[in-house]
């Protein structure tokens, strides 16, 4: 099978080069949210000319920080990631917080986020940049590395126009206290210069013993910093948004008494990290929260929100803002017979080999991901969908199985391995199947005879975001194996649950999936 890396295909889209937005008249008092479904946290945003570029964590899930195109902040398009070939050699994990930044002297684009040093341990801020966000990054590695970690980097300049680096020491990781530190960097953001400058500090009842995810922008006579509280990631969440200004850069800030200006509505609940942008006059905030409909199933999703202003000049949101995005426009197909499309992913930590052409995906098959086997998803954006593949066992390897799957981890801990629930097809059965702890156990099964065709047919039917039906095509007509599997366990630490393809076998063994489909 010819081993195709999934660079190259990016690499041949984003070299094309940077092509121009057409701005259209649009309403801003009418946002269809959320503008980035699906598992998007800590976005950011900038604007580039007539154009509108965003980022987001990737996590664990390569290619790392995807790139997103808009012209109008509301419809995205994504084009390419940061870092198509995988993970910077200096990082293994925690892939965080991206923050774009365009110098326009420079006519140069800077990307900071957050990762896991593989030798110390610690989380580390890290550099990357390009000519644009269309073409070709280059990593140069981390800036700063504290002994608590150093995470959620924003670039600002101050009156005199020097550069500030302003993050998060990342002391509530140790029960200590979480300064917001700033620092002068270099023009060509290679080195920070001076000592830092302590920004603020949690240090209100409401903020829940941190402060962090800060976005800055400058209005009339201030700067102002949106920063996010309490706990971002789990079931349990209670995240929100403050604000604080000041004069100059380096303060003294002040934080507005009316805090949290931004926190769970009638839709979403714990908003937080995002970036402000501008458009047609008005400020608005890219931010993530998870929708109320089906707890954190899908993952911390990308709202927008217009910022509004008091007679005393703090900024406010109405906290106002609804799911109102129709569900159909989130439906996906793909026969691979082209190039593998941008949507899908798969762990960082993985060896991905596959093709693709007239007879579909070819998925080279492992044993990796603590026995899920080799993984390409996507993420989900709703709580109720169908998720069919059609698997041809023909032309599979002899000791192959391949399918579909719900992928989480086994717990919400902030490590915990993958895990799964899916249905594959091998050679002589389909099975429904649990993988948990580097253990799969089997739920149902069914023969292949049964079919009596190599051309397989196998969907997941869920609800409410963690219920699964497993059912394979016979004669026609879908057959119910097994029923209301709960996946709910299976939620990771800060992401939704991935839609999976699965092909699991010896290395040197591949599954071919024809076609799939997600039906919201």
């Known amino acids: 099978m010819k081993k195709v890396l999934f660079a190259v295909s990016v ?136 002994e608590v970690g150093s995470i959620d980097a924003f670039e600002m300049k101050d009156h005199n126009g020097k550069i500030y ?89 002040e934080k507005y008494q009316s805090n949290p200006i931004l926190r769970a509505n009638v839709d979403w609940k714990c908003p937080g990290q995002g970036a402000v942008v501008t458009k047609d006059g008005d400020h608005f905030l890219l931010y993530h929260a998870y929708s109320r409909e089906g707890s954190v199933y899908v993952g911390r999703q990308g709202v927008l929100e217009k910022i509004l202003w008091t007679d005393d000049e703090w900024p406010y949101f109405s906290n106002a803002q609804t799911f109102n995005r129709p569900k159909e426009n989130m439906n996906f197909e793909d026969d691979f017979k082209d190039a593998l499309d941008l949507i899908w992913q798969w762990r960082v930590t993985q060896n991905i080999t596959y093709a693709t052409g007239d007879e579909g995906l070819m998925l080279g098959a492992s044993h990796e991901n603590y026995d899920l086997g080799s993984l390409l998803v996507q993420p989900m954006k709703s709580i ?61 099964e069914f023969s292949v005879m049964e079919v009596g065709d190599d051309i397989i047919d196998l969907k997941m039917e869920v609800i409410e975001g963690h219920f699964i039906d497993f059912y394979v095509k016979v004669d026609g007509q879908w057959k119910k194996i097994i029923e209301s599997v709960d996946a709910s366990v299976f939620v990771p630490w800060g992401m939704g649950y991935r839609l999976g393809l699965v092909a699991k076998g010896e290395n040197n063994e591949f599954v071919n999936i024809k076609r799939v489909k997600v039906t919201n």
């Open 384 to 444: 109720h969908y169908e998720f069919v593949a059609t698997v041809d066992v023909g032309n599979s390897g002899l000791n192959s199985e391949g399918g579909i799957g719900l992928i989480g981890a086994v717990n919400n801990d902030f490590y915990a391995p993958l895990a799964g629930i899916g249905i594959s097809a091998s050679h002589d059965l389909i099975k429904v199947w649990k993988t948990s702890d580097a253990k799969t156990s089997i739920l149902g």
């Open 165 to 253: 680096l302003i993050w998060k020491e990342d002391g509530s990781s140790v029960g200590l206290p979480t300064p917001i530190l700033a620092q002068e960097i270099n023009k060509d953001r290679s080195k920070l210069l001076g000592e830092p400058v302590e920004l603020i500090r949690n240090d209100q009842v409401w903020e829940n013993g941190k402060v962090e995810g800060v976005c800055l922008f400058e209005e009339d006579e201030y700067f102002y910093m949106f920063y996010s509280s309490g706990e971002c990631c789990a079931v349990n969440c209670n995240y929100k948004v403050g604000v604080a200004r000041a004069k100059n850069l380096l303060g003294p800030w």
């Open 11 to 146: 690499l041949i889209i984003i070299l094309g080069g940077f092509s121009g937005c057409g701005l259209m008249e649009g309403n801003n008092d009418v946002i269809l949210n959320p503008v980035l479904p699906g598992d998007y946290p800590n976005p950011t945003v900038v604007k580039i000319g007539d154009c509108y570029y965003a980022s987001a964590t990737s996590n664990e899930w390569s290619p790392l920080f995807p790139i997103f195109k808009s012209y109008d902040l509301q419809k995205w398009e994504l084009i390419s990631y940061v870092f198509p070939g995988g993970a910077p050699d200096w990082a293994n994990k925690n892939f965080w917080s991206p923050e774009l930044a365009y110098d326009e002297e420079q006519h140069k684009v800077y990307l900071y986020y957050s990762a896991r040093d593989k030798e110390t341990n610690r989380m580390s801020i890290a550099v990357a940049s390009a000519d644009s966000p269309e073409k070709p990054f280059t990593d140069h590695g981390p800036l700063i590395s504290q």
